[in-house]
């Protein structure tokens, strides 16, 4: 586990998203860190077949097929990012608030995915200040970072400052509980060797101090699937 600026990378299994859709992403936190059981996005077996290995608990997110396994306290609600773009402040915690308030649900709502193309420095800094106007219900928001954005602060020259949005945009989601950093692409393939070992490195070091966790999600090379 690398550690800088209190920031806490947390290496796991991943499966690629799918167009829009992520199809099965799983973080597994280091063991003794205290944090979240792991939190998997999988079809409904290869769920089961990883919360029985790991022998529980574990925390699904909605919208998902009713299982024994997943009580409501373990359900995450589901916001797009796509839908928080753009809006006012007030809006985008309005919206949050909806999501970890939805039926069957934990208290807790994951904001998937955020890509930087439908962020513009001025509504980055307003999803900054409706984390602000959350206050202490921000750590009930998780947010998934896409590839893309990965990659563009991962490619940034460290001695640099990052670009506007970008800057505004790691500021507003490290507001929140935690930050997964999706190392698939769109298309399933995982990044290079040498960018998956650069680009989260970079990240951390990027990371404000006394913020929500970073964690990175890591999963086969190429060809493996789901029930693999």
Partial sequence: MLRRHRAHLRTGIARVAVALSPLALAAFPAAGAGADAPLLYLMKEPAAAAHDALGGPTLR?????PDGRWPSARVVGKVRGRDLAGRSPARIAALLRAGWHQQHVGGLVAVDEITPKQWSARSASALARAMVRLRGDADRVIFYAAPSF???VGRADPRR???????RLVDAVSR???TYLLTY???MSPFPAREMAMHPTRWAARWPAGRGELRVMLGPDAGAGQPE
Avoid: H, I
């Fill in 61 to 65: 997110q909605a919208p998902m097929t």
């Fill in 150 to 152: 990965v990659e563009r």
């Fill in 161 to 167: 400052a990052l670009p506007a949005p970008l800057s």
């Fill in 176 to 178: 929140g509980r935690a």
């Fill in 185 to 187: 692409r769109g298309d």
